[in-house]
């Protein structure tokens, strides 16, 4: 007899989540392969290969540790497609009506849940190192909500890197020394990759089959999809990236695609890894001397600083939060963002990047993509969108707070204090990208001139109003207005040639 139903999501592949502690004998657990998750936005294969494997071999650690999965695959004939119809159908099944859930990371799904004819308890997820009571109670009665205060909190609350109430070694934040430029050679050879096992194998077909049209490349498919993979995989990050992981995490190389980076975010996000777990490997790999202490602050503030942040933003906002379009950018999304040719060689290597691994590293997201979107005035939701669909770590509750407010401003300052754009001054220096680019990263106007050096001032003019009065955005406002009529007219003139050349399907 079954007493209750437990629902597993699948970024919710670890023993230790919420409703999976609360199981009891009776209880079902029900994990489904829906094609409403899988096509909300068009996923990259890559990743609906690696959570449908992560899942598939979740639900068979949990059969052999004696617990009841009833598990729905893709191709099931009886599949509902949806993640209610699935435990509406299972519950018909069984005739039970109780179902105990993990609260979903998405309000979509929530809101679903809430509306589903069952009798469903959502219970927090307490993967998360804060709890949302904890970050109101933070956020209350402040008039900004900076990062780096709630980081503060994060690393008093776990006692990472402190010496009592101080920061070890005198500073909380070491970001000033991991700036530095794309390094000539790299002699770390990537993240560790793991030789598709039989049920990867089946899956890749599967997907292959249902989703070979979409957006991103299945070969070469090497993710870890169990927890045991994904130990061994942050195991090799600490002991052969982690020293230089600080110094280069914002350099970008066309010919290397993961630098000194972890990639772990996608075995986080999906429950393989506990986030305590690894701020606690670097944090040992500093106390042995084996990392330096920019590179372990860099990498513990990603997880307990960034990551919180971004979750306690998007479920203090609510649902409408990635909604918001604060600048009213309206333009549609190019289809070199999905692969279609382009010449400017920072985006097309992204976006490369992008299609045969589902992943690029923060700085190619914010100051590449991100920062194109935002000067070029694109929708805000078709670039979430984006973001949500291409990459295997992707979220609602990280994604949110991360372009709608980070990359975008669409939140109207509530994540960033103004603005993240640049022109192409910062891609040359951090990366080897304008090196061989059809445009010129220093020319301004003109034949050749770089289009993120256009949109760059095309961006403070149209939004001069909002922004001449934030203090951060005083220079840039003072510089635009040493340039004589003549220069700011042609950088209008050019930035609206390529603008609607771009809105025309042209090769930009
Ligand atoms: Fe990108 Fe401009 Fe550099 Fe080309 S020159 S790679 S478009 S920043």
């Keep these: 007899m079954v007493s209750r139903l437990i629902l597993v999501l699948a970024d919710q592949l670890t023993r230790n989540v919420a409703a999976l502690r609360d199981y009891r004998d009776g209880d079902l657990i029900v994990m489904a392969e829906v094609s409403d998750e899988a096509t909300y936005v068009p996923h990259h294969p890559r990743k609906i290969a690696f959570l449908f494997t992560a899942m598939r071999k ?20 009886e599949n509902t497609g949806s993640i209610t119809g699935e435990l509406i159908r299972r519950a018909d099944e ?13 309000w979509r799904l929530i809101q679903a849940l809430n509306d589903c004819p069952l009798t469903v308890r959502q219970i927090e997820d307490d993967r998360f190192i804060a709890t949302h009571a904890e970050f109101e109670r933070w956020a209350e009665g402040r008039k900004e909500l900076r990062m780096e205060w709630w980081y503060r909190e994060m690393r008093r609350k776990t006692g990472l890197l402190m010496e009592g109430d101080e920061p070890a070694g005198g500073k909380w934040n070491y ?4 700036r530095k430029p794309a390094p000539g050679e790299i002699d770390f050879s990537g993240p560790m990759r793991f030789t598709p096992d039989e049920t990867t194998e089946e899956v ?30 942050l195991t090799r990050f600490i002991k052969h990236a982690l020293p230089n992981f600080g110094d280069y995490q914002d350099a970008m190389m066309s010919e290397e695609q993961f630098l000194y980076h972890s990639i772990i975010s996608v075995y986080l996000n999906s429950g393989l890894l506990d986030p305590m777990d690894a701020c606690r490997a670097a944090e040992d790999a500093w106390k042995a001397g084996d990392a330096p202490i920019n590179a372990v602050e860099g990498f513990i503030r990603q997880i307990i600083g960034w990551r919180e942040y971004v979750r306690g933003i998007y479920y203090r906002e609510g649902s409408d939060y990635a909604k918001r379009n604060d600048l009213n950018h309206n333009r549609s999304l190019p289809g070199f963002f999905w692969g279609d040719d ?21 700085i190619q997201r914010l100051m590449v993509t991100g920062n194109f979107a935002l000067l070029a005035g694109l929708n805000p939701q078709e670039v979430q969108d984006w973001y949500m669909a291409v990459y295997a770590d992707a979220y609602e509750w990280v994604m949110s707070a991360n372009v709608i407010g980070m990359t975008q401003f669409a939140d109207g300052g509530i994540v960033a204090s103004k603005p993240y754009v640049s022109s192409a001054n910062y891609i040359d220096k951090m990366s080897d990208y304008c090196k061989g680019c059809h445009y010129s990263a220093k020319k ?37 207005d040493r340039m004589s009529d003549e220069k700011q007219t042609t950088i209008r003139d050019e930035a609206d040639t390529f603008l609607n050349r771009m809105a025309q399907g042209a090769l930009v």
């Design 94 to 106: 069984h005739g039970v009506s109780e179902v105990i859930a993990t609260e979903p990371g998405e």
């Design 444 to 480: 301004k106007t003109g034949e050749g001139a770089c289009p993120f050096n256009l949109l760059y001032w095309h961006f403070l003019d149209r939004h001069r109003e909002k922004f001449e009065k934030n203090p951060r955005m005083a220079q840039m406002y003072a510089t635009w």
């Design 342 to 362: 382009t010449q400017m060689r920072c985006i097309s290597k992204t976006v490369e990047q992008t299609r045969t691994q589902a992943y690029a590293h923060h």
């Design 175 to 178: 970001d000033h020394d991991n």
């Design 204 to 233: 890749l077909t599967l997907v292959g089959n249902r989703f070979g049209n979409s957006f991103g490349s299945l070969d070469d498919f090497w993710f870890g999809t169990d927890s045991e993979q994904a130990s061994r995989a």
């Design 58 to 77: 979740f639900a068979a650690s949990l059969r052999e540790e004696g617990l009841a999965v009833a598990y729905t695959t893709l191709d099931d004939p």
